[in-house]
């Protein structure tokens, strides 16, 4: 992924290493997401949780999973753009076109617009009956 650095000049990170690194699912040096840190963001969540060790496997491995699965389709975007380095862009596209996902702060300045949900019928329907029920008191 590029990051910009103080300097303003951009660095790249290869693709190909992520490509050919083979899923370490038993390889606490590669995992992204450690249990400590799974346990802090528990901890941040509610002080008062404690998950099971069964628990915290399941959520590591989806972890992991999504992790590589991202970088993997990210990596085939940036090969389709025949670049020789992953691209943050390139995360991005993959995160907000198969997961509808958007990181603000990362990439391009741009405001994305909020999209608006379209309401359907039954909704207006019952907008309706709840005002016309709040008239009458």
């Given amino acids: 992924m590029s990051q910009s650095n103080a300097s303003g000049s951009s660095s790249s990170t290869s693709f190909s290493n992520a490509q050919n690194s083979g899923s370490g699912s038993g390889n606490t040096e590669n995992q992204v997401l450690t249990r400590g840190r799974l346990q802090d963001l528990v901890r941040e969540v509610d002080p008062n949780e404690q998950l099971d060790e069964e628990v915290e496997e399941l959520l ?72 016309k029920q709040m008239k009458k008191f």
């Fill in 60 to 131: 590591l491995q989806i972890a992991d999973d999504f992790i590589e699965s991202t970088v993997n389709a990210s990596c085939q975007l940036a090969k389709h753009r025949q670049a020789t380095a992953l691209d943050v862009t390139d995360v991005q596209m993959h995160l907000e076109r198969q997961w509808n996902m958007w990181i603000p702060g990362f990439g391009t300045d741009e405001l994305r617009p909020y999209k608006r949900a379209p309401v359907t019928e039954a909704h207006k329907q019952r907008m309706a009956l709840i005002r």
